[in-house]
């Protein structure tokens, strides 16, 4: 509680003493001796020396009461979900959500019954923070479209000390360095076939961080190893051999104000011993077009890509090439892929790798619409020759190349809500009309939209 200025108190106590002489002057009117006027500033002193007292009580209270506040815990519930912050600000914990509801239409000739609504992902990421180096992350998934029978399971569990911008190690489970491209997608709803012929998650121990001033980022790590597009279990990897990787990423002209201060370069790599299969190759319309096969030997994977955004625009390359040993004749055959996407957002708001923040979020009774971005996609998928003339694949039910073609709809209605809507075409090499794969009988052709919820 403020304290009162010196006049302020003043004019109280005299008011104060004023109403009391009423009852110390005689009923007759007399002079005032000297005796009354010692009594009346006598009278007044103590009404002041209380006052003081009762503003220093308050003073006391609202100290205590501010200490106390600064004992509790913080909470807040927004946009990035449950927030609980330790007054120190050192621990803190964080609970979100990510929701994915899909309707996939095909609209080729290849097969009846494969439409229909699915709920993609439920997940509900935790995340927080021991100290101010020391952080952690779970991600358990309680439905997915990859997964048959029990949906439940761990996508991500890691720790991670971060010593400095420079140097950080992480631990656990969690997303590895060869693709650039996330299961959660920028531009589409799934991913492209470069995604196809890298590692997804893998359970293992990495190094990175950034140096020169954020111009040159790295991640370096060992790990398990598995398969293409597969996430690794909770146990070591099956072959016994562990599989060195990382990302090297450069912004040549970080920190500039020119269009190409957002231009980034990166290469991402990884090699081991693989013994088991492959994981079977999907289209972009998510249907099996070639089979799991055996591999023993030396695996490569190489990925170069390249990134762009800048205001409204955005745009993504990469190429993603998977060399393995065949278990059948030790030959060495070489799969590759690649992928070109841009990006515009129409409401002019900035594009980022996390997405679109509208400026004016969805709000019908305001007539605001949040933010509209249109994207294209070219992709394509090349399966080494060896396969097919040694007879691990079958021709006629595997494709040996494809291009997909794609245009989409991103609808941005607030920083949590957002729908899509893609349409794309693939044409297949292999294949045909009387193939016993169902997704090869015709060249894929498909509408997929999804509404997402994510905090």
């Given at each position: ?53 009762l503003e220093r009580n308050q003073e ?113 489970k969690f997303f590895g360095p060869v ?273 997402q919820l994510q905090f």
């Open positions: 509680m403020r304290t009162l200025p010196n006049a302020a108190r003043a004019t109280l106590v005299a008011a104060l003493a004023l109403a009391g002489i009423p009852a110390m002057l005689p009923a007759q009117p007399t002079t005032a001796t000297e005796s009354d006027v010692q009594a009346l500033r006598e009278q007044i002193r103590q009404l002041d020396q209380k006052l003081r007292v006391l209270k609202d100290e205590t009461a501010a200490a106390a506040a600064k004992k509790q815990p913080s909470v807040s519930i927004g946009k990035k979900g449950l927030v609980i912050t330790s007054p120190d600000q050192d621990f803190s914990l964080k609970i979100g959500g990510l929701v994915q509801t899909d309707a996939r239409v095909y609209l080729d000739d290849a097969a009846p019954n494969r439409d229909g609504f699915l709920l993609r992902r439920i997940r509900l990421p935790v995340s927080g923070t021991f100290s101010k180096n020391l952080g952690f992350f779970l991600q358990p998934e309680f439905s997915s479209a990859d997964t048959a029978g029990s949906n439940t399971q761990l996508v991500d569990a890691w720790l991670e000390a971060r010593i400095s911008p420079a140097f950080g190690l992480k631990a656990g693709a650039l491209e996330t299961p959660n997608n920028r531009h589409f709803i799934e991913s492209s076939f470069t995604n196809q012929l890298a590692p997804n998650r893998d359970i293992g121990f990495e190094a990175s961080g950034a140096l020169a001033d954020g111009i040159v980022g790295y991640r370096l790590g060992i790990y398990n190893g598995v398969p293409n597009n597969v996430w690794s279990g909770t146990t070591n990897g099956a072959d016994g051999d562990f599989t060195v990787g990382g990302r090297l990423t450069v912004n040549p002209f970080k920190g500039g104000d020119g269009a190409l201060a957002p231009l980034s370069f990166s290469v991402g790599a990884a090699v081991g011993n693989t013994v088991g299969n492959t994981s079977s190759i999907k289209s972009n319309g998510q249907q099996t077009i070639d089979s799991a096969y055996a591999i023993n030997g030396q695996e490569l994977h190489v990925s170069p890509a390249v990134e762009w955004y800048s205001g409204p625009f955005s745009a993504v390359a990469e190429y993603s090439l998977d060399r393995q040993e065949l278990a059948l004749n030790g030959a060495d055959v070489t799969n590759t892929g690649w992928r070109v996407g841009v990006g515009y957002v129409l409401t002019g708001e900035n594009s980022t790798r996390k997405g679109v923040s509208p400026a004016s979020p969805f709000d019908w009774e305001k007539g605001s619409w949040g933010a509209f971005e249109v994207v294209a996609r070219v992709s394509g998928l090349d399966v080494d020759d060896e396969l097919f003339s040694s007879g691990v694949l079958s021709a006629a039910n595997n494709a040996s190349k494809a291009t997909s073609y794609g245009v989409g709809l991103n609808w941005f209605l607030t920083d949590n809500v957002q729908a899509r809507f893609d349409l794309e075409k693939t044409n297949f090499s292999g294949g045909g009309a009387t193939s016993t794969n169902v997704a090869l009988r015709d060249d894929e052709f498909y509408l997929f939209t999804r509404l």
